[in-house]
């Protein structure tokens, strides 16, 4: 009886196809891509200069869009330049282990951003109906601590995709019909069962993104209801404005990522595997472009940093509110 090793079924890399049936226009496709790209590298790293720099954006607010920017810097940056590569040069080539590299990183982060988009909503709520309070509440101590049990819930959450990817034998050829590596697209490419990596992504979805959501709903609702209670109109307009930001960074981030998750598993049929590459990549880059605009367009504070720093004031460290 013939008998396999399994190292045999492991392939030593993937061929990342990028967006299947638009070959031919995926020069074209990569330029909107490149400008987000840049675009989002360029607001971020601003973003976090000033609130390192700034003693007025020493503050729980900043310090929250400060992981928000980092993460989205790492987020859009762990599969962007290989697509532009795949767009560019066809290199399309990928190792298996720099696959599942790739793989942490991508849900890691995606998880990050959720936890930090619920960490925000929180702070918010804080600020709205503890004014008083909110600096006394949200301490430095107590913001490295959430920040850093956010990051350490994906990294815990995440690291079984790699296991559970890894011990699968792959005999469906290794090309990859995606921009990146996707733990359930790099799964289908396996003859084994994959039935517990569904499970588990199903799981891991609803334990970071429901939990957040739910969170996020709940501290929205206490803010409506402290704000309509507000007898000026003015302290009522006022406090929706300090929310107008978050609200389109939530929309920027779960708008693309339910259509992708539900489009992934119940459109399959009807949705073209080109539109879901797309809304795909579009679900890891959309936020960090848009939520440094957003912020600096939305936020006084930012704002006047910014026309300040270009009207080519020296006077960083003593600016104040």
């Known amino acids: 009886m013939l008998t396999l090793n399994k190292t045999e079924l492991i392939p030593a890399s993937f061929i990342l196809n990028g967006v299947p049936g638009l070959e031919d226009t995926q020069l074209w496709i990569s330029f909107p891509f490149c400008s987000m790209y840049v675009v989002a590298m360029v607001g971020n ?25 980092f993460t989205d810097l790492v987020m859009c940056s762990s599969t962007i330049p290989k697509a532009l590569c795949i767009f560019w040069f066809h290199l399309k080539d ?3 282990d720099e696959c599942l590299v790739q793989m942490f990183f991508i849900h890691t982060f995606t998880g990050m951003e959720s936890g930090v988009l619920m960490l925000m909503a929180l702070d918010r709520y804080v600020a709205i109906c ?8 949200l301490t430095n101590p107590v913001i490295a601590k959430v920040g850093t049990a956010t990051f350490l819930r994906g990294v815990l959450l995440i690291i079984p995709f790699t296991f559970l990817t890894k011990r699968l034998p792959y ?39 429901g939990f957040d959501i739910l969170c996020i709903t709940i501290s929205y609702t206490m803010i409506l209801r402290a704000v309509v209670s507000l007898s000026s109109a003015d302290a009522r307009q006022k406090a929706f404005n300090t929310c107008i930001a978050h609200i389109c960074a939530i929309v920027f981030s779960y708008t693309p990522a339910f ?8 459109g399959e049929h009807i949705i073209p595997p080109s539109c879901h590459i797309i809304v795909a990549n579009i679900y890891l880059l959309l936020p960090p ?8 367009v939305k936020t ?16 960083t460290k003593s600016y104040s509110m």
């Open 45 to 69: 790293c601003g973003l976090l200069y000033l609130i390192h720099y700034e003693d007025a954006l020493h503050k729980p607010m900043y310090y929250f869009l400060a992981m928000l920017s």
């Open 300 to 315: 006084k504070q930012i704002r006047d940093c910014v026309i300040r720093i270009l009207s080519g004031s020296k006077d």
């Open 130 to 137: 503890y004014p008083l309070r909110y600096s006394t509440i």
């Open 171 to 209: 005999c469906r050829g290794n090309i990859l019909p995606h921009t990146y590596c996707d733990h359930m697209s790099v799964a289908k490419l396996s003859c084994g069962n994959v039935k517990v990596n569904a499970i588990y992504g199903l799981m891991v979805a609803l334990l970071i993104g």
């Open 259 to 266: 259509f992708s998750f539900f489009s992934h598993r119940f």
């Open 289 to 296: 472009t848009m939520n440094p605009i957003v912020y600096g």
């Open 94 to 96: 990928i190792g298996f």
